[in-house]
């Protein structure tokens, strides 16, 4: 079965930067657009940065833009999210998500299959 499992959460002060990575099998990885979303207790999931299946078309969210860089290493089968200038906004679980769209990545219903979350939590 398809699984995607999430690494590289933890805790860091507010400035400081963690590189999250997501292992997936199951599924034909370069078939697949990949996405980072994030989910704070009682609001909505929101994908905050997307690629394409060669890596090649990012999406970020604003809230993001110019502080995170989502790519993905085909051959390993292995997507990344390098984070930096974190902010205790930026707390939260964050999910690697796949999806079979070729467009409009920023929508969340638009994932197929979601990990399990890795927690970030950013001190002020």
């Known amino acids: 079965q398809v699984q995607l499992v999430e690494s590289g959460g933890g805790l860091v002060q507010a400035g400081g930067s963690l590189r999250l990575s997501c292992s997936a099998s199951?599924?034909?990885?370069?078939?697949?657009?990949m996405g980072w979303s994030r989910q704070v207790p009682g609001k909505e999931r929101e994908i905050v940065a997307a690629?394409?299946?060669?890596?090649?078309?990012?999406y970020y969210n604003d809230s993001v833009k110019g502080r995170f860089t989502i790519s993905r290493d085909n051959s390993k089968n292995t997507l990344y999210l390098q984070m930096n200038s974190l902010e205790p906004e930026d707390t939260a679980v964050y999910y690697c998500?796949?999806?079979?769209?070729?467009?409009?990545?920023?929508?969340?219903?638009?994932?197929?299959?979601w990990g399990q979350g890795t927690q970030v939590t950013v001190s002020s």
């Open positions: 998500a796949a999806t079979m769209a070729y467009d409009r990545w920023w929508i969340a219903t638009k994932y197929n299959y």
């Open positions: 199951g599924l034909t990885f370069s078939s697949y657009a």
């Open positions: 690629i394409n299946r060669s890596g090649g078309n990012t």
